[in-house]
């Protein structure tokens, strides 16, 4: 085997050779007794592994794989790429010693992954390590920092349950899914959201609106839904949230741009994902603010799946979703809210109308969707303003930049789909369409407009909905 290696001090070099030559694993000339033969591509294994940065951890490393008779036949590694793993590929004289050895490093608490092992058959797991739920956790609290400990565990449990629902799901789809990309799409979905905070968290405040006896304020936080505020004389009404991890961040940007947040009384919330609600147990608990949601939302909170109650074959894999974001969000929910009344007051468009409350002299009407995106979600109709809220719906695309798009499709990656009924949800994006078609159309009798507010992305005006269509 050839080794080769640099150090600024040739002392260091000279005393690595010495011991070599006592261990007699060192020759200035090659040794012809010493012969490797590939018999067999399935001998052949891979490794890329996790060596801990100091003396004695490749010598170990090396007695483990001479104990299963591994000759090693190319090692490559790369301070400058990664300080701490190495590539190494080595072969086996019996194709049974590859599961052994593969135990033994899991024994002895190595992180590893399986780059290649021979096999002919291309599997979903041909680049699974048996530890790399552990590698993960490495991973994690690398890129965390020190966290509490049960809070980890339940993210990397929740992990690599998802990540085995999603080959499951792709096997029987007739399609291949390394487990390795969704973990790699988790951990960008991590770093995202939680390097955004402190020093790095931005916003855009979009123009106030003045609405006959309110004003709209509108707020876009970094990669969280959009936050929306209803200034009246008496009151600020919150309009969905954002992340709970942006919370100290939101107070400051309030603040700074002159609004109390102890003035903010109620929040209405569209449905309950952690972009939407998250931050709104932060105010529930410091300023004692009303949460108010739909009442299928109790599920969602206390089960933690976004698509609790929906009947959806994605079901499972939106509750490992649901967990990973609201971990890596700090979703706090409220300790307790109130949720509508759910009572017939007719329909708009096919939405049940079940509710109402007011701002600043405007009633907003609550609409009930019907179930195309999560349970739980509505929607909030004011004619007087001539506002609607449309949570993840009808968002106004040209408004989003590149690295919105890219974050906002992270989930429909790993989901599949955001929707638990893709079909319902476009039926439902027209009969919105309608609706704030309809109210533009009432409100150009008065040389007013309608204004469409989506989750994410800018607010617009609804006849931007005619040269959609």
């Known amino acids: 085997m050839l080794i080769e290696g640099r150090s600024a001090e040739s002392e260091a070099l000279e ?11 060192f020759s200035l000339q090659p040794d012809s007794d010493l012969s490797l033969e590939v018999l067999s591509l399935q001998n052949l294994l891979k490794l890329n592994v996790y060596l801990k940065h100091r003396p004695g951890t490749l ?31 080595l072969v086996v004289q019996d194709t049974r010693e590859v599961d052994e050895l593969l135990k033994d490093l899991h024994r002895a608490g190595y992180f590893y992954s399986v780059e290649y092992r021979g096999a002919e058959e291309k599997e979903a797991e041909n680049i699974i390590g048996l530890n790399l739920v552990e590698y993960f956790y490495f991973r994690l609290k690398r890129l965390l920092g ?15 349950c998802m990540s085995e629902a999603l080959i499951s799901f792709y096997r029987e789809a007739g399609k291949d899914l390394a487990t390795s990309k969704v973990l790699t799409n988790i951990l960008t979905f991590a770093a995202t959201s939680r390097f955004k905070t402190g020093a790095s968290f931005s916003y855009r405040r979009l123009p106030s609106l003045p609405l006959g006896g309110l004003t709209l304020h509108a707020f876009r936080l970094p990669t969280g839904g959009n936050l929306y505020l209803l200034e009246s004389e008496e009151e600020l009404v919150l309009i969905d949230g954002g992340y709970g991890i942006y919370y100290e961040d939101v107070k400051r940007m309030l603040k700074d741009n002159g609004f109390d947040p102890a003035r903010i009384k109620r929040i209405y919330l569209t449905h309950a994902d952690a972009d939407h609600a998250g931050l709104s147990g932060h105010l529930a608990r410091e300023f004692g603010t009303q949460v108010f949601l739909h009442p299928d939302a109790r599920g969602v909170l206390e089960k933690e799946n976004r698509a ?29 809210w109130e949720a509508f009344r759910r009572e017939g007051k007719g329909k708009i468009c096919g939405f049940p109308i079940i509710d109402s409350f007011t701002v600043g002299g405007c009633t907003f009407k609550v609409l009930e969707s019907l179930g195309g995106h999560v349970p739980g979600q509505v929607f909030f109709l004011s004619a007087e303003a001539g506002l609607l809220f449309t949570g993840d719906y009808l968002l106004f695309v040209p408004s989003l930049d590149p690295e919105e798009k890219e974050f906002l499709n992270l989930p429909k990656f790993m989901m599949t789909s955001t929707n638990t009924n893709s079909a319902l949800f476009r039926e439902e994006m027209q009969a919105l369409e309608k609706i704030a078609l309809e109210l533009d ?16 992305g800018d ?4 006849r931007l909905l005619r040269k959609r269509g």
């Open 441 to 456: 159309e009432e409100l150009k009798k008065q040389n007013r407009g309608a204004i469409v507010a989506p989750g994410h």
């Open 59 to 89: 010598a170990a490393f090396a007695r483990l794989l001479r104990q299963r008779g591994a000759n090693v036949i190319h090692m490559a590694y790369n301070e400058a790429v990664a300080e701490t793993t190495a590539t190494v590929t």
């Open 146 to 160: 020190e966290e509490n400990t049960e809070q980890l565990r339940r993210i990397v449990e929740a992990s690599r």
């Open 459 to 462: 607010y617009f005006p609804a």
């Open 15 to 25: 005393k690595v050779r010495e011991e070599l030559e006592k261990a007699g694993m």
């Open 308 to 336: 609790w109650g929906s009947g959806s074959p994605l079901t499972e894999l939106n509750h490992y979703f649901t967990v990973l974001v609201n971990a890596f969000t700090n979703f706090t929910p409220p300790p307790s």
